[in-house]
C-alpha cells in the first residue's frame, strides 16, 4: 500500500531555514515527507538528529552531499517515489541532476520548482540553458522566492501557477528587546563565508578609507588575504554557529551584504529581524522585497566603492527614521504569507 503525502519536498541538505518551513507548513495539517541526498557546509550540525519534526524526512545519501554516487541517488529516489501517492512534488531549484531527471517522469500536474535565483543570474544559453527549460517545462507551479525570482517565469512565457513566497525559508526568531540607542559611531556588521563571491576586498577598502568600526563574521578560502588588507578598525570573528549570532546583531547597528552574486540573502532577513537597518549591493535576490519594499536600508553598485562610500554616508545620516521601518516589519506576517503561497499553489494542483 502506498504512502500518501501532500507535499514531497525534494532538495540537497537539511538548512534550517528549510526545516522551519516544512514544519510551519506540517503544522498546518499538511503531510509532507522532505527527502534530501545528504549534509553540507550549510547543514553542519547535522539538524535532522536533533529535535522532533511534525513532518517525515527521508535521506537518499547519508554523508556529504557532494560525495555521493548520483546514479545510485537517482534509483534510491525512484524505488521511493514507487510506494509513495503525492499531490505535489516540490523541486528546489534545477542544480541535483538526480531531481531534473526524475521530473520527466513524474506526471506533469504535480510538478512545483522553487526559484530562489534572480532571473538575470539564470543563465538560459547551451546544455545548461537547456536542462532548465527542460525541467522548468515540466512544471505546473513555480514559487519564486520574490520579484527578481519570478521574471525568469516572465521571461520564458511560463503558463503555470506562479505563487511568490517571499523568502527562501524561515530564519530562526528568538525573543528580544531591541536596543534604546545605538552606538556610537555606528557599527557596522558583515556576516557569511568569507569568498570572493561576497565582495569583501572593496568592502574593506572602503571602511579602510572611512575609519568606521566593522565587524566581519565567518570563515572561508579568502580570509588570510582579507585579514591582511583590513586597517586597525576592522575585526574579525571567524565563524559563529548560527543560533548564537543573536548577541553579535545586536552588539552592531548596520548590516552590509556587498555579494557580486547572491541569489536571495536570507542573511539580510535576519539583520533586519534583529532590528538592523541595511546595505546591499543591487546583486543581492531579496533587495526589492526586503530593503526597497520597507525602506530598510540603502543600495550601492557591486563595483563601485564611492557608490558603496555614499551608501554608508546615507545611513550615518538618516539611521534613526531607517530603523524605525526595520523595527515595524511584521515578523509573523510574513511568515503566515510565505506558508500561504505553498497552501495556495497545492490547492490548485
Known sequence: MK?????????????????????????????????????????????????????????????????????????????????IKARMVLYAGWLAPEYNLYSLFSAKKRNVVINESRGEDVGLEGLKGAVKRCVI???????????????????????????????????????????????????????????SAKNL?????VFNRLGLPLTIVGAGTDEAMLKGMAGSNITFQG????????????????????????PWGLVVEEALYWGLPVIVSEKVGCGPDMVRAYGSGFFFKHDDEESLAVAVGEMQRCYPDVRK?????????????????YLKILKSL
Open 201 to 205: 576586498a572593496l568592502l574593506i577598502r
Open 239 to 262: 565563524f559563529v554557529n548560527n543560533d548564537e549570532l543573536g548577541e553579535i546583531y545586536q552588539q552592531h547597528d548596520v548590516f552590509i551584504l556587498p555579494s557580486n552574486y547572491e
Open 3 to 83: 504512502r500518501d503525502y501532500d507535499i514531497v519536498y525534494l532538495t540537497n541538505t537539511p538548512s534550517f531555514y528549510k526545516l522551519n518551513l516544512c514544519e510551519a507548513i506540517a503544522k498546518r495539517g499538511v503531510r509532507i515527507l522532505l527527502v534530501l541526498y545528504g549534509y553540507g557546509a550549510e547543514a553542519v550540525n547535522r539538524q535532522m538528529e536533533h529535535g522532533e519534526w511534525s513532518f517525515d524526512y527521508h535521506f537518499l545519501h547519508e554523508g556529504d552531499s557532494h560525495k555521493r554516487n548520483k546514479a545510485k541517488t537517482f534509483l534510491r529516489l525512484c524505488r521511493l517515489m514507487h510506494g
Open 137 to 195: 517545462n515540466r512544471m505546473k507551479g513555480a514559487l519564486p522566492s520574490g520579484i527578481p525570482q519570478k521574471e525568469l517565469f516572465t521571461k520564458l512565457g511560463f503558463k503555470g501557477l506562479v505563487e511568490c513566497t517571499g523568502s527562501v525559508g524561515i530564519i530562526r526568531k528568538q525573543p528580544f528587546t531591541p536596543k534604546k540607542n545605538p552606538n556610537y559611531p555606528l557599527r557596522y556588521l558583515y556576516v557569511g563565508r568569507l569568498v
Open 325 to 341: 521601518k526595520v523595527l515595524a516589519i511584521d515578523w509573523d506576517k510574513r511568515e503566515k504569507e510565505q506558508v500561504e503561497a
